[in-house]
C-alpha cells in the first residue's frame, strides 16, 4: 500500500468522526458510557465478521497480550476521560483543550523513527487549530467550569496522540487486531456503565438508528481507518487534516437543522483547509528531499 493511498484511508475516519455530534444528539437519552460499549460493540462486530470472512482469524491469536492492552487502554481511556472531562466541566475551553490532540500528534511525530517534522508542519497545524478553536469557542458552554474536567479533556488530548503516534510503532501489528481493541473497550464500558450511570434505553426508532449509524462509522470503521492512516500514511498530514472534523461537524449539524450557519464558519474553513495545505506543501517537499 503506497503512503498517499493510507493517508486517505486515514482521513475517511475524519470524515466519519464528522458525523459524531450529529448522530449522538439522535442516540439521547442513552448516557454516554452506555452508548460507548453500545458502539464499540457494532464496531468490534463487525470488524470481527471483516477478520474473519478474509481469513485473518489466525492472525489475531499471535498478537501479543500487550498490543492488545495498549490498544484497549488508547480507546476506553480516551473516551472515559473525555465524557468524565465533559460532565465536570460542559464549557467551550474543555472542548478546545480536548481538541489538542492532532497538534500533539503532529509534534509527537517528530520522534518517530524515518519521521522529519518541519517548521512548516507546525505552523500549519497552528493554523488549522485556529479555525478549530473558532468553532469550539463559539458554541459557548453548557455549564459550570471545573479545574479537574479542564485537567482531564487535556489528558484525554494527550493519550489520543500518544495511542495515534505509538501506533506507528506497531506497523507490523495487523489492523486487524482493532477488532480485539473496540471489543475489550465495549466490556470495560458497560462495566464502567453499570457502576455509574443509570440505564436508559433509546426511546425511539431514529434513537436505535443512531447508535446502529455510530457503531458502524464514527466508533466503528474508523478505527480501522485510523490505524491504516497512522501506520502506513503521512502522520503530520492526517494530524492537521483532523481538525476538519469540528468543521464537518458542525456543518453536518447545519445542514440537519440543528444549528443555524454562521460567517464563523467560512472563516474556519479557510484556516483549517489552509493549515492542511501548508502540512501538505511541507510534505510534498520533505519527500521530494
Same mark, same amino acid.
Given at each position: 500500500?503506497?503512503?498517499?493511498?493510507?493517508?486517505?484511508?486515514?482521513?475517511?475516519?475524519?470524515?466519519?468522526?464528522?458525523?459524531?455530534?450529529?448522530?449522538?444528539?439522535?442516540?439521547?437519552?442513552?448516557?454516554?458510557?452506555?452508548?460507548?460499549?453500545?458502539?464499540?460493540?457494532?464496531?468490534?462486530?463487525?470488524?470481527?465478521?471483516?477478520?474473519?470472512?478474509?481469513?485473518?482469524?489466525?492472525?489475531?491469536?499471535?498478537?501479543?497480550?500487550?498490543?492488545?492492552?495498549?490498544?484497549?487502554?488508547?480507546?476506553?481511556?480516551?473516551?472515559?476521560?473525555?465524557?468524565?472531562?465533559?460532565?465536570?466541566?460542559?464549557?467551550?475551553?474543555?472542548?478546545?483543550?480536548?481538541?489538542?490532540?492532532?497538534?500533539?500528534?503532529?509534534?509527537?511525530?517528530?520522534?518517530?523513527?524515518?519521521?522529519?517534522?518541519?517548521?512548516?508542519?507546525?505552523?500549519?497545524?497552528?493554523?488549522?487549530? /485556529? =479555525?478549530? +478553536?473558532?468553532?469550539? @469557542?463559539?458554541?459557548?458552554?453548557?455549564?459550570?467550569?471545573?479545574?479537574? !474536567?479542564?485537567? #482531564? %479533556?487535556?489528558?484525554?488530548?494527550?493519550?489520543?496522540?500518544?495511542?495515534?503516534?505509538?501506533?506507528?510503532?506497531?506497523?507490523?501489528?495487523?489492523?486487524?487486531?482493532?477488532?480485539?481493541?473496540?471489543?475489550?473497550?465495549?466490556?470495560?464500558?458497560?462495566?464502567?456503565?453499570?457502576?455509574?450511570?443509570?440505564?436508559?434505553?433509546?426511546?425511539?426508532?431514529?434513537?436505535?438508528?443512531?447508535?446502529?449509524?455510530?457503531?458502524?462509522?464514527?466508533?466503528?470503521?474508523?478505527?480501522?481507518?485510523?490505524?491504516?492512516?497512522?501506520?502506513?500514511?503521512?502522520?503530520?498530514?492526517?494530524?492537521?487534516?483532523?481538525?476538519?472534523?469540528?468543521?464537518?461537524?458542525?456543518?453536518?449539524?447545519?445542514? /440537519? =437543522?440543528? +444549528?443555524?450557519?454562521? @460567517?464563523?464558519?467560512?472563516?474556519?474553513?479557510?484556516?483549517?483547509?489552509? !493549515?492542511?495545505? #501548508? %502540512?501538505?506543501?511541507?510534505?510534498?517537499?520533505?519527500?521530494?528531499?
Amino acid at each position: 500500500m503506497t503512503r498517499n493511498r493510507a493517508t486517505a484511508i486515514g482521513f475517511t475516519a475524519v470524515l466519519l468522526w464528522a458525523l459524531l455530534a450529529l448522530f449522538t444528539i439522535g442516540s439521547a437519552p442513552v448516557p454516554p458510557l452506555l452508548l460507548n460499549a453500545l458502539c464499540f460493540a457494532i464496531g468490534g462486530g463487525i470488524g470481527l465478521i471483516w477478520t474473519l470472512a478474509t481469513g485473518q482469524g489466525a492472525v489475531l491469536r499471535k498478537v501479543p497480550f500487550k498490543v492488545y492492552a495498549f490498544g484497549t487502554l488508547g480507546l476506553f481511556g480516551y473516551h472515559l476521560l473525555y465524557f468524565t472531562a465533559f460532565r465536570l466541566s460542559p464549557t467551550a475551553e474543555t472542548g478546545l483543550i480536548a481538541y489538542l490532540w492532532p497538534l500533539f500528534i503532529v509534534l509527537l511525530s517528530g520522534l518517530l523513527p524515518g519521521e522529519r517534522l518541519t517548521a512548516l508542519h507546525i505552523f500549519g497545524a497552528l493554523v488549522a487549530f /485556529a =479555525g478549530a +478553536a473558532l468553532i469550539v @469557542l463559539t458554541r459557548g458552554s453548557s455549564g459550570e467550569g471545573s479545574v479537574l !474536567g479542564l485537567v #482531564l %479533556a487535556f489528558g484525554c488530548a494527550v493519550t489520543w496522540a500518544v495511542y495515534s503516534v505509538l501506533s506507528r510503532r506497531l506497523g507490523a501489528v495487523p489492523t486487524a487486531s482493532v477488532t480485539i481493541f473496540c471489543l475489550a473497550t465495549a466490556v470495560l464500558s458497560m462495566v464502567a456503565h453499570l457502576a455509574l450511570e443509570q440505564t436508559q434505553w433509546p426511546d425511539t426508532a431514529m434513537g436505535w438508528f443512531s447508535v446502529l449509524a455510530l457503531g458502524i462509522g464514527p466508533v466503528g470503521i474508523a478505527f480501522f481507518t485510523w490505524d491504516t492512516g497512522m501506520k502506513k500514511g503521512d502522520i503530520q498530514l492526517l494530524g492537521v487534516a483532523s481538525y476538519a472534523a469540528p468543521l464537518l461537524s458542525t456543518l453536518a449539524l447545519v445542514i /440537519a =437543522g440543528i +444549528a443555524p450557519p454562521s @460567517l464563523m464558519l467560512l472563516v474556519a474553513a479557510i484556516l483549517i483547509t489552509g !493549515g492542511a495545505a #501548508l %502540512a501538505a506543501k511541507a510534505s510534498a517537499k520533505r519527500n521530494q528531499a
